[in-house]
């Protein structure tokens, strides 16, 4: 009986001792950046403004989902091509649905020290990034833009002719 005691004591104490979202999930996030075109110059910087990465379209890599002890990580992307306008993209943080585990199995060790010191708390809100690089125009050339009537300003629409 006393066996029986002495193990069942043990597990209950390794509930306590781990992480829920350390052990069933990770602290780096892989992440996909195409473009088309393809060959874009990628510039990747943390929240700090460190810069954590540059390469070219397509590229896969992993990032961190954490800048400290329960602090989320956010990054920009910023993709660039000889002739097309710049794009920059935010990815952000969130909290890892496997760190509310410690609620049931981890205990207060998890919750409150193992999953915000290990990173596992957070996870990178995006995995794949498809963006679309636009051409720049010079101001010389003639351009038709399709704008939807409530994007309008008030001014223009008064100057508006129905077709029927």
């Given amino acids: ?41 990628i510039e990747i910087t943390d929240k700090n403004g460190n810069s954590i990465f540059t390469g070219t379209t397509p590229a896969t890599l992993k990032l961190k989902s954490s800048a400290g002890f329960f602090i989320p990580q956010s990054y920009t992307i910023k993709l660039s091509m ?30 409150l020290i193992i999953d915000p010191l290990t990173g596992a708390m957070y996870r990178i809100d995006k995995d794949i990034i498809n963006e679309n690089l636009t051409p720049i125009t010079t101001s010389d050339e003639k351009v038709l833009k399709i704008i939807n009537i409530n994007d309008l300003p008030e001014k223009y629409r008064e100057h508006l002719v129905a077709i029927e």
């Fill in 1 to 41: 009986m006393i066996k029986i005691f002495k193990t069942f004591v043990i597990c209950i104490l390794a509930l306590f001792i781990v992480g829920c979202a350390t052990i069933v999930s990770k602290t780096k996030w892989p992440i996909t950046i195409n473009s088309n075109p393809s060959g874009a110059k």
């Fill in 82 to 111: 000889d002739n097309y306008n710049e794009k920059t993209i935010t990815i952000n943080s969130t909290i890892n649905g496997w760190y509310l585990g410690n609620l049931l199995f981890g205990g207060l060790l998890g919750l």
